[in-house]
């Protein structure tokens, strides 16, 4: 952990810098995502960890291809068209 405190400025345009040393502790890169909050009068920034949702999609299609079933476009309609009809139905009543 890094223990001794880092100043940075803001920029005319609004934005800071990250100093260098923090960035490499957190493994920050270029592109980053961060959500900024404010905690009584403290600024937060927390970087944002969002999955690889291609990466994560390509597991399922491995996963799938495994079991040797097969999965057509129309089986995934249909299904997409069943869980709506039962949520439709729950939310009447």
């Known amino acids: 952990m ?9 920029s005319e ?6 100093p260098q040393g923090l960035r490499k502790y957190l493994g920050i890169k270029p592109k980053t995502r961060f959500v900024v909050f404010v ?4 600024i937060v920034m927390r970087k944002l960890d969002i ?3 291609k990466k ?9 291809d495994k079991t040797g079933l097969k999965l057509e476009e129309n089986d995934v ?3 997409i068209k069943a869980y709506r009809k039962t949520k439709h139905k729950k939310a009447r009543g």
Do not use: H
């Not at 890094?2 to 803001?10: G, H, Q, R, V, W």
């Not at 994560?56 to 799938?64: R, Y």
């Open 77 to 79: 309609a249909t299904e």
């Open 51 to 53: 999955p690889d949702v």
């Open 13 to 18: 345009k609004g934005q800071v810098v990250i």
């Open 56 to 64: 994560e999609w390509n597991n399922i299609l491995q996963s799938i």
């Open 2 to 10: 890094l223990e001794d405190p880092e100043i940075t400025t803001m």
């Open 39 to 42: 905690i009584n009068n403290d």
